[in-house]
C-alpha cells in the first residue's frame, strides 16, 4: 500500500538527500609546514633539509614549536629583505618622518 500523506513524502525525500549547505570559508593558513615552506622555496622537501643551516645562517624565520611550521608572513618578510624590498613599517615610518618634516 502506497502512502498518500505529503508530509511524510517529503520527510522521506529530505531523508534521502544530503546536506547542501555551503561550508564556512576558512582564512588562509598563517602556518606553513615543510611541504609549503619547499613549494614557497620552489624546492623539494630534501633540499629545504640540506640547506635549512645555511637558510638559517642567511636569516630564514626559525620554525613556531607551539604551532609545529614557519610564519609565512616571516618567509615573505625574509624574501623581501634579500631582494632589497623595504617593509611596509619601514616605508610607513619613513612617510612619518617626511610629514613631520624629519622631527
Known amino acids: 500500500m502506497e502512502n498518500t500523506n ?3 513524502a ?3 525525500s ?3 538527500q544530503p546536506a547542501t549547505r555551503k561550508a ?3 582564512p588562509t593558513p598563517r602556518v606553513w ?3 609549503e615552506i619547499a613549494a614557497r622555496l620552489n624546492r623539494s622537501v630534501a ?4 640547506h635549512k643551516a645555511h637558510l638559517k645562517q642567511l636569516g630564514f624565520p626559525n620554525r613556531d614549536e607551539v604551532f609545529g611550521g614557519w610564519d609565512s608572513h616571516a618567509v615573505e618578510a625574509w624574501f623581501d ?3 632589497g624590498m623595504a617593509s611596509t613599517a619601514n616605508i610607513e615610518n619613513q612617510m612619518l618622518e617626511a ?3 624629519g622631527c
Open 6 to 8: 505529503p508530509c511524510a
Open 10 to 12: 517529503a520527510a522521506h
Open 14 to 16: 529530505t531523508l534521502a
Open 24 to 26: 564556512a570559508s576558512l
Open 33 to 35: 609546514g615543510v611541504r
Open 47 to 50: 633540499w629545504f633539509y640540506e
Open 81 to 83: 629583505r634579500r631582494a
Open 99 to 101: 610629514i613631520r618634516g
